[in-house]
Every structure is written in structure tokens, then in C-alpha cells.
């Protein structure tokens, strides 16, 4: 299995290296479009070469995906630590009404109980 994901990672990695190598021009990255930046003074540029965009594209979509799908899973979370913390005052429960019962028995009843 391990020897699998090696050459998984390896080809990952020539797909990765091959596209940055197709992918070298340099390009440039405006803030807004062009009249927008010149009406409200923000005509921020920068060039940078084109898989570098395409890379920080797809780590930015999958921070996002990654966002979204823990706030979606909040309510099931939430589920589960309910269900924990019930059944633990359940647990706590039983144990308080088993004490409360070997109170009012013999000694050799509640050992034959508890071993069954």
C-alpha cells in the first residue's frame, strides 16, 4: 500500500511539474477592472507567472470547500456531543438507582446480581 501511494505522489508531482512548465508566462493580476480602479483610485496590479495563479486557485477552492463543509457539519457534531452527554447522565443514573437497590438487599443478593 505504501509503495501505491509513493507512485501516486509521484505522478501527482510530474502532472504538477508539467503543467507549471506549460504554464510560465507572466501574466498580470488586476484588483478591479481597469475603469473601476481608476475611478476609485485602486489600480493595484502584479505579475506573476501563470501556474502560480492556477495553483493558488485550486488551494483557495479547496480551503473554501474545506470551510464549507465543516460549517455543514456543525449540526452533527453538536448531535453527538448531546447524545454523549445523555447518555452519560444515563450511565450516572443507573449507577446511582443500582446503589440506592443494593441498599435495601443482602449482601449476598446484590454480589450474585452483579455477576450476572
Do not use: C
Not at 509503495?3 to 478591479?32: E, H, Q
Not at 453527538?80 to 446511582?96: C, I, P, Y
Amino acid at each position: 500500500m505504501r509503495y501505491i501511494r509513493y507512485g501516486f505522489l509521484g505522478a501527482l508531482g510530474a502532472v504538477l511539474i508539467a503543467v507549471a512548465l506549460a504554464n510560465r508566462d507572466m501574466i498580470t493580476l488586476n484588483l478591479l477592472p481597469e475603469t473601476l480602479g481608476d475611478l476609485l483610485g485602486l489600480n493595484h496590479s502584479i505579475n506573476l507567472p501563470l501556474f502560480v495563479v492556477i495553483f493558488a486557485a485550486i488551494a483557495v477552492g479547496l480551503m473554501i470547500g474545506f470551510a464549507w463543509e465543516w460549517m455543514r457539519e456543525h449540526r452533527h457534531r453538536s448531535d453527538k456531543s448531546k447524545a454523549e452527554r445523555e447518555l452519560h447522565h444515563t450511565k450516572r443514573e443507573v449507577r446511582r438507582l443500582k446503589g440506592k437497590q443494593a441498599e435495601n438487599k443482602d449482601e449476598v443478593l446484590v454480589m450474585l446480581e452483579e455477576t450476572s
